[in-house]
């Protein structure tokens, strides 16, 4: 690609939140970005404002002529495209170069001192916090975020800074193609096992990706992980956690929705510092995203400023509503762990209050990998109403419902299953005290409507 004269870029899958940080990426570059994706969305309508011709039928007459040319278009594709994708078909036999996503943030890493937040969860909180605590400081940061942060309304920054944040994704094992200055690893509780098949495939995958960050740069690690890292020399190692390690916290407050607690760091212990989004999990995250910020170089009056004006993510215990009725919010989590953490952040804000889950199961593998888990997970709370599970991109699997999840929660939980269309009419007719739209799939889609309806009470 450095030797190409590129003028045009296609994306197969232009819709996915990563994917359209980086057809941005190339629209403020000046060039001709256009691309597939398989249903309209808020977001696709977003970047077809921002100049990208985008259509929604695989259809080879509908690429533009500047992306038939293949010794000027790059063509960028995400994993979940089938490989028998008509147009991915057409560029493959037409000798495009052609790159998976991740491999472009890789080019991008080698460009930029890549800043690299990895994990299984609360990479996106993490990368994003950073990004925010680095833009708003004298460093500056481009930053390719999995999630549209609050405080720009965006999944993307570009500036002309040295740096770049980047959300280090283990999918298909996508980090291999990065080359960090620095990473976070927040966490490596096994997922994608349909991909990785074991624990021991998934722990391997990581150990991997810290051989890749350069000589002069730093992992910056969660104490209590069970992999083990293979730096290369020149490489500095710190370790952080809620109470101990290189960075932690100290004299943590949590009152009243407010929570503040003091820095203390190898570098420079950084005191009174208020959460900006003050959830519980936020307070590690946030030490993660210091810890990284500090090291490449942010004073300590930027990272207090960048923390306490930190607005989150959307979809990230997103709150929706918050009155003395009724507290509404939706969060992405998808994992058991990610489950347990946001249910353990509620609890620990609503203590005295009934709280409710409503959950989207995410992939039929991962309810049968790991439907135990979850059931556990949720049983920290007072109700849980379950839905059909999300396929994404699998088949069913014979046996795997949403019942054993359903099955396996503890005894006193009250509990229901609803189809996800009934959704609606269950809101209307139900009166809750916390309420939590929990999932990766489009169960998020009716978050809205429900916003509207628990708003009309």
């Not at 353990?344 to 203590?351: A, F, Q």
């Not at 609803?418 to 005290?433: A, E, M, S």
Request: hydrophobic content about 35%.
């Amino acid at each position: 690609m450095e030797n190409k004269d590129i003028k045009a870029v296609y994306f197969i899958g232009a819709g996915g939140i990563g994917m359209s940080a980086i057809a941005r990426y190339f629209l403020c570059q000046g060039l001709v970005v256009a691309g597939y994706d398989k249903t309209p969305s808020d977001l696709t309508r977003q970047l077809e404002k921002e100049g990208m011709l985008i259509h929604y039928e695989e259809n080879i007459d509908a690429i533009p002529a500047a992306c038939k040319k293949p010794d000027s278009c790059l063509i960028i594709y995400t994993p979940a495209i089938p490989a028998e994708h008509q147009e991915l078909q057409y560029f493959r036999q037409n000798g495009f170069e052609i790159q998976k996503r991740a491999q472009v943030l890789g080019m991008l890493t080698q460009r930029h001192k890549g800043l690299c937040v990895a994990g299984t969860h609360g990479k996106t909180t993490t990368s994003t916090m950073c990004a925010h605590i680095m833009h708003q400081s004298h460093l500056d940061c481009n930053a390719f975020l999995g999630g549209i942060s609050k405080n720009y309304g965006t999944n993307y920054i570009l500036s002309d800074s040295d740096y770049v944040v980047i959300e280090a994704d283990e999918f298909d094992r996508s980090f291999h193609w990065l080359r960090p200055w620095m990473s976070v690893i927040t966490s490596t509780d096994p997922d994608h096992l349909d991909i990785y098949g074991t624990k021991e495939a998934y722990l391997e995958s990581f150990r991997h990706y810290t051989e890749l960050i350069q000589p002069g740069g730093a992992l910056i690690i969660h104490r209590d992980l069970e992999m083990k890292e293979q730096l290369q020399k020149g490489v500095a190692r710190y370790d952080y956690a809620l109470n101990e390690g290189d960075f932690h916290a100290e004299n943590i407050v949590i009152d009243n929705g407010e929570i503040t607690f003091d820095l203390i760091s190898p570098i420079e212990n950084i005191p009174h510092v208020a959460l900006g989004q003050p959830i519980p999990i936020n307070i590690e995250n946030g030490v993660a995203a210091m810890a990284m910020a500090q090291l490449a170089g942010c004073t300590a009056e930027e990272i207090r400023r960048g923390m306490e004006t930190f607005k989150g993510v959307d979809r990230r215990f997103d709150f929706k509503l918050k009155n003395d009725k009724i507290v509404f919010l939706s969060d992405y989590a998808h994992h058991p762990k990610e489950i347990y953490q946001s249910a353990k952040s509620i609890r620990e804000l609503y203590r005295n209050r009934k709280i409710t889950a409503i959950f989207q199961p995410h992939l039929y593998t991962r309810t049968r990998d790991f439907y135990k888990d979850f059931a556990d997970a949720l049983s920290q709370l007072d109700e849980v109403i379950l839905t059909e599970i999300y396929p994404a991109r699998e088949q069913p699997i014979e046996g795997v419902t949403s019942e054993l999840i359903y099955n396996n929660l503890r005894p006193g939980v009250e509990k229901q299953i609803v189809r996800k269309d009934d959704v609606l009419d269950l809101v209307k007719h139900r009166d809750f005290d916390v309420l939590i739209v929990l999932g990766a799939g489009d169960l998020d889609n009716q978050v809205p409507q429900i916003t509207e309806i628990l708003q009309k009470r």
